[in-house]
């Protein structure tokens, strides 16, 4: 059974630091998604890596993927107040069957 | 181009009514999920349509239950409520079609299902 576990749960951080959240699979994977949810909301989809040694980034966060180690990271680099919400690694094995990680409550102290 | 819709944004039953929520795909979605989300389990799938067969399931109970039109709106059912079914249920759709690997879910807004 396909698992995927997220570390830290919650990130409390200052404005303006840098953090990495790690993202674990189980099994292999065909493609790995992080997903941003602010609360009370929706999730906006923010990446989505296809194979071994992808990185992504937008603006100031940065998304890798590791298929040998079934790593995902998502670095967040001199963070702002605004990037204050949950974050979500998901899986899937080219089912149409997303697993998602537990989350992680990112809050950015000013 | 409207994003995914959800109907019902919030419901309260009781335990043991039934409960029927609604979802319209992005125009030209094939393919449509749901995901119940709570605090204690976080976000689990439920099962996954296109074109009006369900291609998906997840580990939940026959209670729960789902239907895709011709139209690509989905509708989710959950029978004889229970306390532990309050949760926010998203739905979420993606083409399904000509499968893209870059292609992604694009979730709806949420349904928050409280039951009493």
């Known amino acids: 059974e396909l698992k995927v576990e997220q570390n830290p749960l919650f990130l409390s951080m200052q404005e303006g630091k840098n953090y990495t959240i790690y993202c674990n699979y189980s099994?292999?994977?065909?493609?790995l998604y992080w997903y941003r949810q602010d609360p009370g909301k929706s999730l906006e989809s923010l990446f989505v890596?296809?194979?071994?040694?992808a990185v992504k980034q937008e603006g100031r966060l940065m998304a890798s993927l590791d298929t040998k180690a079934r790593l995902s990271t998502l670095h967040i680099t001199a963070a702002v107040h605004d990037l204050s919400a949950t974050y979500f690694c998901?899986?899937?094995?080219?089912?149409?069957?997303?697993?998602f990680g537990t989350g992680t409550r990112l809050k950015v102290l000013a | 181009k409207a994003g995914v819709t959800q109907t019902p944004r919030y419901l309260i039953k009781t335990r043991g009514q039934q409960v029927t929520l609604s979802c319209s795909p992005i125009?030209?979605?094939?393919?449509v999920s749901w995901y119940q989300q709570t605090p204690g389990q976080g976000l689990q799938f439920l099962f996954e349509?296109?074109?009006?067969?369900?291609?998906n399931k997840g580990n939940f109970p026959g209670r729960f239950s789902g239907r895709q039109f011709s139209n690509s709106r989905s509708e989710m059912n959950v029978s004889t409520l229970e306390l532990g079914d309050s949760a926010l249920y998203l739905c979420?759709?993606?083409?399904?079609?000509?499968?893209?690997?870059?292609?992604?879910?694009?979730f709806g807004p949420g349904t928050r299902l409280t039951v009493l």
């Open positions: 998901a899986v899937d094995r080219g089912t149409y069957k997303y697993i």
């Open positions: 099994t292999t994977s065909d493609r």
């Open positions: 890596l296809l194979s071994n040694g």
């Open positions: 125009s030209g979605h094939r393919s």
């Open positions: 349509y296109f074109s009006e067969t369900q291609r």
């Open positions: 979420a759709s993606m083409p399904g079609t000509v499968f893209r690997l870059t292609d992604t879910q694009y």
